[in-house]
């Protein structure tokens, strides 16, 4: 049974603890379906960093109506992911996907968006919310700045845009276990954290400017191409257990492998086989949380023979090892 949210009606009904103070709120929520958190900090230049938590026994679809202020997102999936419906938006996909271990940033001012939760699956994120006038509280000039963001710090506007900018960096990864693990309390926890914030959208908009030609070039892909390279990555998502080769991936979407590669690539900012592994592993994260395998059978069962380098690809995804992940969780 797929359960419906709407509105901050449906959402508050469920809400058991509720905590805020003048920089600082927390927020969690219980319900026979699942549970969900979201953690506020409020730091200067007006930036706000929310930590959300969610696992869903049911799917769920949750209703969010962005307010109207030309605010920007950068967000950051740490595991799970979401599937969006944004119905009748211009300049934004109708349906498009977040998952973990990548890093988007958008701003949808005015608009109502659906999000498809999976049941049985831990997601977390983290999102910053900050205004384009924050890059003129800096002396001096950017250097290759995308153009939108460009447009954005001369003159923040009101038009949506959705810009998946690739897989989360080693580097990030860090900065956002270090913004989870904070060490510090009220006001140390805010200027560290205010810190961090800073270093990781320092991190994200080079990313961008790094990846903007890579992007460009995505955009000599034509519709229906982009079209079929994202049920391409839908037939991944369904197939983990046994994903098809890339030739034959290429022939059920109608591509030929070159343009398959390439177009995978530069639209979402991995390989084919980089994206499978993602998965794989967010898969393992699920199991570790949620079985008593050993860590040798859970990675068997995810697909690698090697227990080592399972272990190396999943600290390099998650930013620790399987087994140390399991003690943070108290398993």
């Known amino acids: 049974m797929t359960i419906r949210l709407t509105g901050t009606e449906d959402?508050?009904?469920?809400?058991?603890?509720?905590?805020f103070n003048d920089y600082e709120g927390k927020v969690q929520s219980s319900t026979w379906f699942g549970q969900s958190s979201f953690r506020w900090t409020f730091l200067h230049h007006n930036l706000e960093l929310v930590i959300s938590d969610n696992e869903y026994s049911q799917p769920v679809i949750s209703e969010e109506k962005h307010d109207d202020s030309p605010f920007v997102t950068s967000k950051f999936f740490l595991s799970g992911g979401t599937r969006t419906v944004t119905?009748?938006?211009?300049?934004?996909?109708?349906?498009?996907?977040?998952?973990?271990?990548?890093?988007?940033?958008?701003?949808?001012?005015?608009?109502?968006?659906?999000?498809?939760?999976?049941?049985?699956?831990?997601?977390?994120?983290?999102?910053?919310?900050?205004?384009?006038n924050l890059l003129d509280s800096f002396q001096g000039s950017f250097e290759n700045l995308p153009a939108l963001l460009e447009q954005l710090k001369e003159n923040p506007i009101k038009q949506p845009f959705h810009q998946p900018?690739?897989?989360?960096?080693?580097?990030?990864?860090?900065?956002?276990?270090?913004?989870?693990?904070?060490?510090?309390?009220?006001?140390?926890?805010?200027?560290?954290?205010?810190?961090?914030?800073?270093?990781?959208?320092?991190?994200?908009?080079?990313?961008?400017?790094?990846?903007?030609?890579?992007?460009?070039?995505?955009?000599?892909?034509?519709?229906?191409?982009?079209?079929?390279?994202?049920?391409?990555?839908?037939?991944?998502?369904?197939?983990?257990?046994?994903?098809?080769?890339?030739?034959?991936?290429?022939?059920?979407?109608?591509?030929?492998?070159?343009?398959?590669?390439?177009?995978?690539?530069?639209?979402?900012?991995?390989?084919?086989?980089?994206?499978?592994?993602?998965?794989?592993?967010?898969?393992?994260?699920?199991?570790?949380?949620?079985?008593?395998?050993?860590v040798a059978e859970i990675a068997s069962q995810v697909g690698y023979e090697s227990t080592s380098h399972f272990g190396y690809l999943f600290k390099r995804q998650f930013g620790i090892t399987p087994r140390e992940y399991r003690q943070q969780k108290g398993l």
């Open 87 to 132: 119905p009748n938006v211009a300049g934004v996909s109708d349906d498009y996907e977040e998952v973990a271990g990548y890093n988007y940033l958008f701003s949808l001012p005015d608009v109502r968006e659906f999000e498809h939760h999976t049941a049985n699956q831990h997601a977390q994120n983290i999102k910053i919310y900050w205004h384009p």
């Open 11 to 19: 959402f508050g009904e469920f809400c058991q603890d509720v905590q």
């Open 165 to 294: 900018l690739g897989v989360t960096t080693p580097a990030m990864q860090l900065v956002l276990k270090q913004i989870l693990q904070c060490p510090f309390l009220e006001t140390l926890r805010q200027m560290y954290l205010e810190a961090k914030v800073l270093e990781l959208l320092v991190l994200q908009i080079a990313q961008w400017g790094e990846n903007h030609q890579v992007l460009q070039r995505s955009l000599h892909f034509r519709a229906d191409e982009i079209e079929c390279l994202h049920h391409a990555k839908a037939i991944l998502n369904q197939t983990l257990d046994n994903p098809p080769s890339l030739l034959n991936l290429a022939k059920e979407i109608g591509l030929n492998d070159f343009k398959l590669k390439r177009g995978f690539r530069e639209v979402f900012g991995t390989t084919v086989l980089g994206y499978v592994q993602f998965l794989r592993l967010e898969q393992a994260q699920q199991l570790l949380r949620g079985t008593n395998l050993t």
